[in-house]
């Protein structure tokens, strides 16, 4: 390619010269083609390590998508199993204040050591360390959730051996055959009275089965009661010590007497629909220190969790009053 020549007017002269470039002009002028190249180069490397993956890359990618797959389906495992556990240290809270009278494990013991800050730090330092670090936390918790849980158990046990005549007259099963725990009529609080028509607090659990059904004490204790009395009909009332008594009410028999000795299990009465009552069906009432208790606490001894997870369920649904 040729190049250009510039020429420049001299007044002093009348003539036309020729301009000659400086050196900084001239290495200026010599550079610029390979700079040219060199940056086409770097283009073109830009374009293929865009639309082009190396064999070495393309089995880094592969593995970085498995690892995040993996790390998906832990952190998914991990999450169940800490709803699970936070399921348990609740049952077991309410095992403590039901059945014990005592105050459950508070958070600061449950959770003692959980932080790690060393160890946090340097997943921190990782690749993903967000993706880990969340991983790694809920796998701490829950090591420390079971570890606490372990150690409760422990306690309870104890408790268990040292009271066991408290245990004994603690209301732990239901006072109906099972199935007639799926026919329950009304649950505990609020609802809405059959023959008033206005809202009261219903202060036990209303049981729909029919007449004749058997009805269970629900824990040893000694009758106090068992006579008509009025709205509640034939009635039942058990003192279990320990500040606990069970009431049956709307009973079509008594089959005790006041003053008898009854263990958890026994027979006391029919179910019935006498007293204050619009259909057939037993009234249960639990109550400690003379206060009203929501009875679907004190299932213990005969319900699995998922039966357990019923009658709550049922419970907070049944609006129907009977009584």
Request: hydrophobic share 35%.
């Amino acid at each position: 390619m040729s190049q250009k020549v510039f020429y420049r007017y001299n007044p002093v002269t009348e003539q036309y010269e020729r301009v000659f470039p400086d050196r900084r002009h001239r290495i200026s002028a010599m550079a610029r083609p390979y700079v040219m190249a060199f940056a086409f180069v770097c283009l073109l490397g830009v374009i293929a390590y865009n639309l082009f993956e190396l064999p070495r890359e393309r089995q880094l990618r592969t593995e970085n998508d498995a690892l995040r797959g993996r790390v998906d389906v832990l952190e998914h495992r991990a999450d169940e199993a800490v709803a699970v556990m936070h399921n348990l240290v609740e049952r077991d809270n309410n095992f403590y204040r039901a059945m014990m009278q005592t105050e459950p494990l508070s958070a600061a013991r449950r959770f003692a050591g959980l932080e790690r800050q060393k160890k946090y730090d340097r997943i921190d330092s990782l690749s993903d360390e967000a993706l880990v670090h969340g991983v790694e936390r809920k796998l701490d918790m829950l090591d420390q959730m079971v570890y606490s849980q372990i150690k409760s158990f422990d306690a309870l046990a104890a408790l268990v051996d040292s009271q066991k005549t408290r245990i004994n007259n603690t209301p732990a099963i239901q006072p109906v055959p099972e199935k007639y725990l799926r026919t329950m009529a009304s649950g505990y609080g609020v609802r809405l009275d059959p023959i008033y028509g206005t809202s009261k607090f219903h202060e036990g659990m209303d049981f729909s089965a029919p007449v004749g059904t058997p009805v269970y004490a629900t824990a040893n204790g000694r009758v106090r009661t068992a006579s008509w009395q009025g709205a509640y009909g034939n009635m039942v009332e058990i003192d279990h010590g320990f500040n606990y008594t069970t009431r049956y009410a709307h009973l079509s028999k008594i089959i005790t007497h006041d003053g008898a000795l009854v263990k958890r299990g026994d027979l006391i009465g029919l179910v019935g629909n006498t007293g204050k009552s619009t259909g057939s069906h037993l009234h249960y009432e639990v109550r400690l220190r003379g206060a009203p208790q929501n009875p679907v606490n004190y299932y213990f001894f005969d319900l699995t969790p998922e039966q357990y997870d019923e009658i709550v369920s049922l419970a907070e649904n049944a609006g129907r009053v009977m009584d």
